[in-house]
């Protein structure tokens, strides 16, 4: 099945791409959830405009994301969280969450560049990376504490 990624699909590509996917991935996966398109030749026309709103998105300078990368890596940022009496939290800490204390901290990412390895489910100190360019990834450490 031939397809137009519409986001960013980890192993596969960035919007824009036309890949090759099997059948059932395509059409029970990637289309459901908007990630991405049919390929047609109409279709074919719109991926210069989605490639020009994901250059304007882009860290282009390799020079810029390595600043970016020593803010995010500069000290632990904290996440506020509600948790129970053990220190275990009531579910578990999101890529929003962890955006959103980026972004009170100065910097600004995409939710969708912040991998978590493992689920963040207790409080104390974690490590997750962050893709700030094809090139830099940066490891910023989290502080999950109690919220009040």
Known sequence: MKL?????VTNLGT????????????????LPRNFAIR???GAAKQVESIKAARDAHAVHDLEEAKSIKG???SGPINVAVRA?????????VTVSDIAEALATAGAKVDKRRIEVGNPIKSLGAHTVAVRVHPEVSAQVKLNVVASK
Do not use: C, Q
């Open 39 to 41: 390929w047609s030749k």
């Open 71 to 73: 803010n995010l890596e």
């Open 15 to 30: 919007p824009g791409d036309i890949v090759e996917v099997k059948d059932g991935y395509g059409r029970n996966f990637l």
């Open 84 to 92: 129970g009496a053990g220190g275990r939290l009531f579910g578990a």
């Open 4 to 8: 137009i990624l519409t986001h960013e």
